[in-house]
């Protein structure tokens, strides 16, 4: 207490004087007297102490904290480093404060990863709002779900919300398109591809339904290509391309209709 009470009294006593010659009109001289009283009062940043670090860079924070005109601390500009590291796509808050003499103290929160987004042959980490993180390699990519084209990381909550209403297949999804910026085509590990409808409660609808009936009949693995749901009540089926092989019959439980189509069966031709 005694200690940072002297503090105070060092700093009131240098800005005193610095006003005083703001008041003789001589500005430039205030703020220059200021800054050397200061230093040689030991008021200058000396440390810099980072919490809440997992992905950051931790040189790139001391280099925004770091970039200032003065190193006297009462003149650090504090909302000046806190909008140069929110500039950064990991740190979605900071709060920069001061610890006399010589510590300045900043506190980054983090943004969590939610997904991998895919778009013109690049991946990059984005969160559960789409803000993008940092390119990531074809080589190193995390367990997180992948999200292809354009404007598909600002669907990432929607993609969320559609797995966790269909929990049974979670382990075998591999990503999804967004295609034609309205609906989703799901990517399963075994090769199949979902076309689910246009809207998230009929998307939800319809996911939950294949869940159910992947349950009953195991549809996924069987050498289909691709199932599509995006007529409401009726469900199509493309057989491997191979020739010669066909996919096992499907007998759908009772409780399911319309039942999947035979192989062959023209699905709705649409582009998107």
């Known amino acids: 207490m005694k200690t940072g009470l002297r ?121 559960g709002g789409g803000v993008p993180l940092e390119p990531v390699r074809f080589d190193h990519m995390p367990d997180l779900p992948l999200v292809v084209g354009p404007d598909a990381n600002m669907q990432v909550a929607a993609l969320t919300r559609l797995i966790q209403a269909a929990p049974s297949l979670k382990a075998m999804w591999s990503g999804a398109t967004w295609v034609g910026g309205r609906r989703w085509d799901v990517h399963f590990q075994s090769g199949e591809t979902l076309a689910l409808p246009e809207g998230e409660a009929e998307a939800h609808a319809a996911i939950t339904k294949f869940a159910r009936m992947d349950q009953a009949a195991s549809l996924l693995g069987r050498g289909f290509l691709r199932f599509d749901m995006r007529v409401p009540g009726k469900i199509y089926a493309r057989t491997a391309a191979e020739p010669g092989k066909v996919a096992a019959p499907i007998a759908p439980p009772a409780s399911e209709a319309p039942p999947i189509p035979p192989p062959g069966a023209t699905a709705p031709r649409d582009a998107t």
């Open 7 to 127: 503090w105070l009294g060092v700093v009131g006593a240098v800005v005193l004087a610095g006003v005083g010659l703001g008041y003789a009109g001589v500005p430039a001289m205030a703020g220059h007297a200021l800054g050397d009283a200061l230093g040689a009062a030991g008021l200058v940043v000396k440390r810099v102490e980072i919490t809440g670090l997992k992905h950051m860079d931790r040189l790139t924070v001391y280099s925004a904290a770091l970039d200032q005109e003065t190193m006297a601390m009462p003149l650090v500009d504090l909302s000046a480093i806190r909008e140069k590291l929110l500039r950064y796509g990991w740190i979605a808050d900071a709060r920069v404060s001061r610890r006399l003499p010589d510590t300045l103290l900043v506190d980054i929160v983090e943004r969590t990863p939610a997904a991998i987004w895919q778009n013109q042959g690049k991946l990059m980490l984005v969160d």
